[in-house]
């Protein structure tokens, strides 16, 4: 059980594919405009990657080696096409604003890596956990940055005003370089809270100071 747990906590913090990884950037940043649009994408990330990673484990063995990296995309087309359905027929609006980067999922980097590195070697008890781990640890960073850019971008959280009508929207935090500056702290925090939490290693052994010969009296 504790080795899950370290699976399963690799993708949310040590091993977080944009925090640690800084893979499948472009679409995080393009979608965190909004809380809805990151935990949108967030959780369509964790379904795919999750469904992908299942599939692929149970059927390693009979996936032949020189075809491996055509079958793998086709799976994880083929759920990126579920949950892109999903999201047209019950949350329009969602699916509207998230646009392209939906049916991009498919060539995202973090899914081809966990697939490749992960679920094509390890049964499917590993896999689920690291599938779980990679997609909310990819959703919790989402939803922070979105938080951020849609609160001093617009004044609001998830679409309802919760700053004074007298605040200014900064525009700055909802256009691209925003994306990339809120980005920035977020790895900068990660940074100092790893430093932070960072064991102590053995102290230096003490050195003896080397005296110089006393001079002798003339």
């Known amino acids: 059980m504790k080795r899950l747990f370290k699976i399963f906590t690799n993708g949310l913090i040590r091993e977080n594919p944009l925090l640690m990884l800084m893979i499948g950037l472009?679409?995080?940043?393009?979608?965190?405009?909004?809380?809805?649009?990151?935990?949108?994408?967030?959780?369509?990330?964790?379904?795919?990657?999750?469904?992908?990673?299942i599939v692929i484990s149970l059927f390693r063995k009979l996936i032949p080696e020189s075809i491996r990296i055509p079958v793998f995309i086709i799976i994880i087309a083929a759920f990126t096409t579920v949950i892109d359905y999903v999201l047209?027929?019950?949350?329009?609006?969602?699916?509207?604003?998230?646009?392209?980067?939906?049916?991009?999922i498919v060539v995202n980097c973090i899914i081809m890596g966990r697939v490749e590195g992960f679920a094509s070697k390890k049964p499917v008890g590993d896999v689920v956990f690291d599938a779980l781990g990679m997609g909310l640890g990819y959703t919790w960073v989402l939803t922070g940055i979105a938080l951020i850019r849609e609160l001093l971008g617009s004044g609001t959280i998830l679409s309802v005003p919760v700053l004074p009508a007298s605040y200014q929207p900064?525009?700055?935090?909802?256009?691209?370089?925003?994306?990339?500056?809120?980005?920035?702290?977020?790895?900068?925090?990660?940074?100092?809270?790893?430093?932070?939490?960072?064991?102590?290693?053995?102290?230096?052994?003490?050195?003896?100071?080397?005296?110089?010969?006393?001079?002798?009296?003339?």
């Open 26 to 53: 472009c679409s995080s940043l393009a979608v965190t405009t909004a809380v809805a649009n990151g935990i949108g994408m967030g959780l369509s990330m964790t379904f795919v990657i999750l469904m992908s990673e």
């Open 170 to 218: 900064i525009l700055f935090f909802v256009l691209p370089p925003g994306g990339f500056f809120v980005f920035a702290l977020f790895i900068a925090l990660n940074i100092f809270i790893k430093s932070r939490l960072k064991e102590p290693g053995p102290a230096p052994e003490p050195h003896c100071a080397v005296t110089a010969p006393e001079e002798k009296n003339a």
């Open 88 to 104: 047209k027929a019950w949350f329009p609006d969602l699916s509207k604003a998230m646009g392209v980067f939906i049916p991009l």
